[in-house]
């Protein structure tokens, strides 16, 4: 069975909202749409830290971006943030009230932030003219982002509306053991075929060691294999089987060596940007808008299989009220009923007129 997805899915969310309405984004915009950079990583690899040098080096060009923050749970941000989901979902209480623990009230208060979604798309629709850069943080916990249901729902609305770039952000030196490699290239890879949105994977904390061998890996299927095989372990078999897999994953990947204490790579990360921006109007836009033209049909099919279903049962309803008898059959009923009726006033009329024409006779 062929099942339909949008490129990145469930719009109804902001279907509701006319503010949310995808828009035209060409080449030749005058004033084009913001891109929406949304950050996900594992816990610890920087998240926090590359939002903070990448609004630095925007507000360096004079281009500050708008800064929304999707974690409930962080304790500090060390750059002004013009949306925060803490001054609508209180953590802490989320725990408390509905007795969960910390990642149980992180998804709970994302839920319940999601809820509201619509509006945040609103006020992005009202600063769109003012910044070239929406950027989102995201939990530690990746997972609660990625596979939660508001997770999906705030990408998939984001993507719907604005040119979306899925930024995935991995802690070089923890990379460099092939097999934490390996798992997170893996995550990575899941990430994208869920989404898929153009995605840029941010090599960073190069100023503890430099990315290189990681693009060597991705390159050279060989030099991976030679480094795995320094680790005899069951994972490192394993590994050796998935890298094959990984290998379409890796020649289309834009991959970017940063690091958010020196600020180097920064260049480097606007231009994928902007590439993966491109890749959003000529891929992604056109089978998203594809996508909306078959659902449109498709809901346009059921709502006449609905009108005739609904048809079909009342005439059966109808059935089994007067006794197997279809709509046709009452209305005809109801017909003879009348003719038997008028059949009976004429013969009474019949009646008067000769029982009239008796009483003549008898009188002369
Ligand atoms: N040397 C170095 N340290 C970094 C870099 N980026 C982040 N760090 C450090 O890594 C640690 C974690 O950084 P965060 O920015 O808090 O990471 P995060 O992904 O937002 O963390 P969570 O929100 O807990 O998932 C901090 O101690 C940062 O100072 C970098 O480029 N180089």
Redesign the pocket.
């Known amino acids: 069975m062929e099942i339909d997805t949008p490129p990145s899915s469930s719009i109804d969310q902001q279907e509701s909202s006319s503010s949310t309405t995808p828009k035209p984004n060409t080449e030749n915009d005058k004033s084009p749409l913001p891109v929406c950079i949304l950050v996900l990583?594992?816990?610890?690899?920087?998240?926090?830290?590359?939002i903070?040098r990448i609004n630095a080096y925007l507000h360096s060009l004079h281009r500050p971006p708008y800064i929304v923050n999707f974690?409930p749970a962080?304790h500090e941000l060390p750059y002004p943030c013009n949306v925060d989901i803490r001054d609508t979902v209180n953590y802490k209480q989320v725990m408390k009230q509905y007795n969960l623990g910390p990642n149980g009230a992180i998804i709970t208060s994302l839920n319940l932030f999601s809820t509201t979604f619509d509006q945040l798309l609103t006020i992005l629709n009202k600063n769109e003219q003012k910044h070239e850069h929406f950027i989102f943080?995201t939990?530690?916990?990746i997972e609660v982002f990625t596979w939660s249901a508001s997770g999906t729902i705030i990408t998939e609305s984001l993507g719907a509306t604005y040119p979306t770039v899925v930024v995935y952000?991995m802690d070089t030196p923890r990379s460099s053991n092939p097999i934490t490699f390996m798992s997170n290239m893996l995550y990575a890879v899941s990430i994208l075929y869920k989404y898929r949105l153009p995605f840029i994977i941010v090599l960073?904390?190069?100023?503890?060691i430099h990315h290189r061998f990681a693009i060597e890996w991705m390159n050279d299927f060989e030099l991976f294999q030679q480094a795995i095989e320094q680790q005899h372990t069951y994972s490192s078999d394993l590994t050796r089987s998935l890298s094959l897999v990984l290998d379409e994953f890796y020649q289309n990947l834009r991959c970017v060596g940063?690091?958010?204490?020196?600020g180097d790579g920064c260049k480097e990360f606007f231009d994928a940007v902007t590439d993966a921006k491109q890749e959003y109007d000529q891929v992604y836009k056109v089978e998203y808008d594809k996508w909306q033209k078959r659902r449109e049909k498709r809901d346009k099919q059921k709502q006449e299989q609905d009108l005739k279903r609904l048809k079909d049962d009342l005439r059966d309803d109808g059935d089994h009220l007067i006794g197997h008898k279809n709509l046709n059959d009452i209305e005809d009923d109801t017909d003879d009923e009348n003719d038997d009726e008028s059949e009976k006033e004429d013969n009474e009329e019949k009646d008067d007129k000769q029982f009239e024409q008796y009483m003549k006779k008898v009188k002369h």
Request: charged fraction near 20%.
């Open positions: 990583g594992m816990a610890g690899s920087g998240k926090t830290t590359f903070q974690d962080v943080d939990p530690g916990q952000i960073n904390k190069t100023d503890i940063f690091s958010s204490i020196t």
